[in-house]
C-alpha cells in the first residue's frame, strides 16, 4: 500500500480530504447522548452550598431543618467525605518549587473562594435539593482577603494559607545570555505592561457527571462530559481506594470543552463519593450561574516585558517579568503553573533571539482557581512578542510584515532550538508571512486604509507570528508523576460482514475525532468510510489513552490508528492470500474488496473473506494466523512536543468617538503539519479565533476587592456572538512530521494563540495617529477612550 498521502489519483484516499462528520447527522437531528439524558434506576440528584465569602472558616454547619424537608435523603459535609475520598494536591515533579495545600472535595474547616463547597444536599430531584440548600444554616467566620495579584506577596498581605509560609505557588526563571548587557548595547528599546484579563470557557454543555456505585460488585461506572476518561479513572480509583480496573468511566457526547473538561472538579469528586457511600446513582449539572464560579478561569497575567532592537531592526534581546494568580488551590493533576511556565517557553517563540530573559511568578489569591484552558500561554506570549514587535516597527519607521521578514526563525533553518530551549522540528514562519501577505491583498488593504484614514475613517491592520505546541510528549506531565498518558491506543476489529469498528482512546467533544479517526482507519485498511464505526470515551472498550486535549488527538491518536490499520491489513491480505492461492504482496484492498494490486481486478469481498474466517475456520490451515484485530500505540520520543506556526492577520475599523471596534476580517494561515480532513481543520481554526477574539474584545471575570465575582451571568459576562464576528480566510502550508508515518501534528488552538495579538496590533495600528495604544485586554470601548484621552 502506497503511503504517499500527497497523491491525489492514490486508491481509497481519505486523508487530505474533506469529509462530514459521521456523527453530524444524529446530533443535528437531536439524538444526541449526552450526561444530563442518561436516568438510571433509583437515581438522586445532588446539589451543592458554596461558600458565599472569597475567605472563611467553617465554625458550624447546621443541617437539621435540610435533613427533616420531604424528598431529601441525606446532607454531606466535607467532614463525611473526608473517610471515604482522600484529598489531592497539585503538583508536578518536574516543576520545582510548585506548591499547594491539600484539597477536599468538600471544603473542611475553611473555605477558600467565592464558591467552593461546603456542603451537599442529595434528594429525589434538583429542584428540592436547592430548596433545602436555602434551609442550611452555615456560621461562618470571615478572613483577610487576597484579591490583588501584585500585593499578594507583599509582607503586610495576609496568606491564603499560612501553612505554606507565603502566596508564592511558583516561580521560575529562565535566562539565556547577558541580558543587560544586550539591552545596554542596543540603540532600540521598546517596552510596555501587558494585561490579560481572566476568563472562562462557557461550554454550551455545563459540566454534568452520573456516578453509579455497585456496591455488590465493588463497580463504579462515571458517565461524564470530559475530555480523559482514563485520566479521571486513575484518580477516582487512588483517592476512593478502588481498582482502576473496577471503575468506568465513560464520556459519550459531550458539549465543548475547550480544556474546561480536563480537570479534576471537587464537585465531581464529591459526586462520585457521594454514590459510593449511598450505593445508588447520583446525578450533578452545574447550572449556567454557579458554573462562573466553579468552572476554572483562566489567563489573568500582567505582563512587563521589554525588547532590543538595533539599527536595521533586528531583536537583540527580550526580557518579560510575568505575574499571575490562580486562586487558592493548583488545579489537580495538571496543575495551575503550567501556563506561567508556558508564557516562559512561547515568548519570542518565532523569532531569532540571541539574549532571552522570562521570569513568571505563579501566586495564590482568593478567587475561582485557574487552570488550562484552550491554548495554554499562547495567547499571553503571543500578544506580548508580537506587540513589542509592532511597537519596534513603528519606532525604526518599519512596515510590520517587513520586522517580521527580518527578524523570523529562516525557514531552512531546521532543526531548531529557541532561546527558551524548545526543539523545533520543522516550521515555516516565511512561507506562511507570504501566503497570508498575499491571501490579504496586503498592498491594497494599506492603499484603502490610507485612503479612509484622510476621511476620517481609522481602520487598523494587526500582524501576528505564532507557534503552537501539539502532540505533547511524556516530557509535559510524565516525568512530573502525574497519571497523565502521553500516549494512545487504537484496536480496529473487522466483523464479518467486513465493516469495521475503530476503538480510541482519543475521545470528542465536537472537533471531528470521529470523522478524523475514520479516515484514518479507511484508508489505511482500504475500505470506505462508512463501514468504519469509531468508538471513543469508554475506559472498559477502548485502548488506554490520554485522551484529547493539547492538540494530540490526529496526531497522536490517529498515527495510532494508522498503524492499527496497516496491521489489520496486512492480516487480511495475509488470509486472502491463502484463500486465493496468491502471494499476498500482490494483493490490496480497494473500497471493501481484495483486489489484484497490478490490475486492480477484484478478487474477493471482505465480507466473503469474514464470512470463513468467522464461520467456517475449519476451512482454513491450522498454522493460519487469523485475528481480524489489532491493536496499536503510538508514543512521540524524538521531541518534547511536535511544533506548528502560523500567522494571522485582523482588518478591524475603530470608531475614535464611542471607542468600539469593528472587525473587518480576519486572515490566519497555519502549518499543522499532514491535513486529515481540511474543512475540520479550517473549522477548528475558525472556532480558536472566535474564542480568541473572545478574549481580546469581550470576555472577562471582573471581582471586587472582597473575591466576589461580579459578573456570573451570561447578561453580563460578555461572549462573542455570530453578528459579532468578521468574515475569516483561513490558508494552510504543509510540513508534515517526520516523527510519525501520518505526518499530522495539531491545530486545535491555533486561532486562540494568534487572534488576541492581531488584534491588538489592528486596534493600535488604527489608534496610531492619536498616539494612542492599548495593552490591556479585553480593549473595551472605555479602555480605548482612556487611551485616547477621552475618558480620565
Request: net charge negative.
Amino acid at each position: 500500500m502506497s503511503l504517499r498521502f500527497d497523491d491525489p489519483d492514490r486508491p481509497n484516499s481519505y486523508i487530505g480530504r474533506s469529509v462530514p462528520r459521521p456523527n453530524a447527522a444524529r446530533l443535528v437531528e437531536g439524538q444526541g447522548r449526552y450526561v444530563d439524558d442518561i436516568s438510571l434506576p433509583r437515581m438522586v440528584h445532588v446539589a451543592f452550598l458554596r461558600s458565599p465569602h472569597a475567605h472563611a472558616r467553617i465554625l458550624a454547619i447546621d443541617a437539621a431543618e435540610a435533613q427533616r424537608l420531604p424528598g431529601v435523603l441525606r446532607v454531606f459535609t466535607g467532614a463525611d467525605l473526608a473517610g471515604v475520598c482522600t484529598p489531592w494536591v497539585g503538583v508536578l515533579q518536574h516543576l520545582k518549587g510548585l506548591k499547594s495545600p491539600p484539597q477536599h472535595p468538600i471544603a473542611v474547616g475553611k473555605a477558600s473562594w467565592a464558591g467552593e463547597p461546603v456542603a451537599a444536599v442529595v434528594a429525589e430531584s434538583r429542584a428540592l435539593a436547592e430548596d433545602a440548600l436555602a434551609l442550611i444554616d452555615v456560621d461562618f467566620e470571615p478572613l483577610p482577603v487576597v484579591a490583588d495579584m501584585m500585593s499578594a506577596l507583599d509582607g503586610a498581605t495576609p496568606l491564603v494559607h499560612p501553612e505554606l509560609g507565603d502566596n508564592l505557588a511558583f516561580r521560575r526563571l529562565h535566562e539565556e545570555g547577558d541580558v543587560e548587557a544586550a539591552f545596554a548595547a542596543g540603540p532600540h528599546v521598546v517596552e510596555a505592561e501587558f494585561v490579560t484579563g481572566r476568563h472562562t470557557g462557557v461550554c454550551l454543555e455545563p459540566r454534568t457527571i452520573l456516578a453509579d456505585y455497585r456496591g455488590a460488585e465493588n463497580q463504579l461506572v462515571v458517565h461524564l462530559s470530559g475530555q480523559a476518561p482514563h485520566m479521571i479513572q486513575s484518580v477516582l480509583a487512588e483517592h476512593l481506594d478502588m481498582p482502576e480496573s473496577h471503575v468506568r468511566v465513560i464520556c459519550n457526547d459531550v458539549g465543548g470543552s475547550f480544556g474546561i473538561k480536563v480537570h479534576v472538579y471537587p464537585d465531581e469528586v464529591a459526586t462520585v463519593a457521594i454514590a459510593k457511600v449511598m450505593k445508588r446513582p447520583v446525578k450533578f449539572v452545574a447550572d449556567r450561574l454557579e458554573s462562573f464560579a466553579s468552572d476554572i478561569h483562566a489567563r489573568d497575567h500582567v505582563i512587563r516585558a521589554r525588547m532590543a532592537f538595533d539599527g536595521e531592526g533586528r531583536i537583540l534581546g527580550l526580557d518579560v517579568d510575568d505575574w499571575t494568580a490562580i486562586g487558592p488551590y493548583s488545579v489537580y493533576p495538571r496543575t495551575s503553573a503550567v501556563e506561567g511556565n508556558q508564557v516562559v517557553n512561547l515568548c519570542g517563540g518565532p523569532y531569532v533571539l540571541p539574549v532571552y530573559r522570562a521570569r513568571t511568578s505563579v501566586v495564590f489569591q482568593n478567587k475561582v482557581p485557574t487552570s488550562q484552558y484552550r491554548a495554554v500561554g499562547h495567547p499571553i506570549a503571543c500578544a506580548v512578542t508580537e506587540g513589542l514587535v509592532d511597537m519596534a516597527a513603528a519606532r525604526l519607521g518599519l512596515d510590520p510584515v517587513e520586522m517580521r521578514r527580518r527578524n523570523l526563525i529562516p525557514d531552512d533553518a531546521y532543526p531548531y532550538v529557541s532561546a527558551a530551549k524548545m526543539k523545533f522540528e520543522a516550521l515555516s514562519h516565511h512561507a506562511s508571512l507570504d501566503k497570508l501577505v498575499k491571501l490579504m491583498d496586503y498592498d491594497a488593504l494599506r492603499t484603502e486604509q490610507r485612503a479612509l484614514r484622510d476621511r476620517g475613517i481609522h481602520r487598523g491592520i494587526g500582524i501576528a507570528s505564532f507557534i503552537e505546541l501539539t502532540n505533547p510528549s511524556p516530557f509535559m506531565y510524565g516525568i512530573g508523576g502525574a497519571r497523565i498518558s502521553a500516549q494512545d491506543g487504537c484496536t480496529i476489529r473487522m466483523d464479518p460482514d467486513g465493516s469495521v469498528v475503530a476503538l480510541t482512546g482519543v475521545t470528542e467533544q465536537g472537533q471531528g475525532t470521529e470523522a478524523v479517526i475514520a479516515q484514518v482507519v479507511a484508508e489505511s485498511i482500504g475500505v470506505s468510510m462508512e463501514r468504519v464505526k469509531v468508538v471513543t470515551g469508554d475506559t472498559q472498550v477502548t485502548p488506554y489513552g490520554g485522551g484529547t486535549w493539547a492538540s494530540r488527538g490526529a496526531g497522536i491518536g490517529g498515527e495510532a490508528a494508522l498503524q492499527a490499520g496497516l496491521a489489520l491489513r496486512a492480516s487480511i491480505l495475509q488470509i486472502a492470500g491463502v484463500l486465493l492461492q496468491a502471494d499476498p504482496q500482490g494483493l490490496a484492498i480497494v473500497a471493501d474488496q481484495v483486489v489484484d494490486a497490478g490490475t486492480g481486478n477484484e478478487r474477493m469481498p471482505l465480507a466473503e473473506l469474514g464470512r470463513i474466517v468467522y464461520f467456517r475456520g475449519d476451512t482454513l490451515p491450522r498454522d493460519l494466523p487469523r485475528e481480524l484485530v489489532a491493536t496499536r500505540h503510538y508514543l512521540t520520543s524524538e521531541h518534547p512536543f511536535a511544533f506548528t506556526n502560523g500567522v494571522q492577520a485582523s482588518y478591524v475599523e475603530v470608531d475614535v468617538e464611542t471607542g468600539f471596534v469593528k472587525l473587518l476580517k480576519h486572515w490566519c494561515v497555519e502549518d499543522c503539519g499532514r491535513i486529515i480532513n481540511p474543512m475540520l481543520v479550517d473549522e477548528q481554526i475558525r472556532g480558536g479565533i472566535v474564542q480568541g477574539l473572545g478574549g481580546a474584545l469581550y470576555e472577562e471575570c471582573l471581582y471586587d476587592g472582597e473575591g466576589q465575582l461580579l459578573n456570573a451571568n451570561m447578561a453580563d459576562y460578555l461572549v462573542p456572538m455570530a453578528p459579532e464576528m468578521p468574515d475569516m480566510v483561513i490558508g494552510h502550508v504543509e510540513t508534515p512530521t517526520r516523527e510519525s508515518v501520518l505526518g499530522a501534528k495539531g491545530a486545535g488552538e491555533a486561532g486562540t494563540a494568534g487572534a488576541p495579538g492581531a488584534v491588538m496590533n489592528a486596534i493600535n495600528d488604527a489608534l496610531a495617529p492619536f498616539g494612542a495604544r492599548v495593552t490591556d485586554m479585553p480593549f473595551t470601548p472605555e479602555k480605548i477612550l482612556r487611551a485616547l484621552g477621552v475618558v480620565k
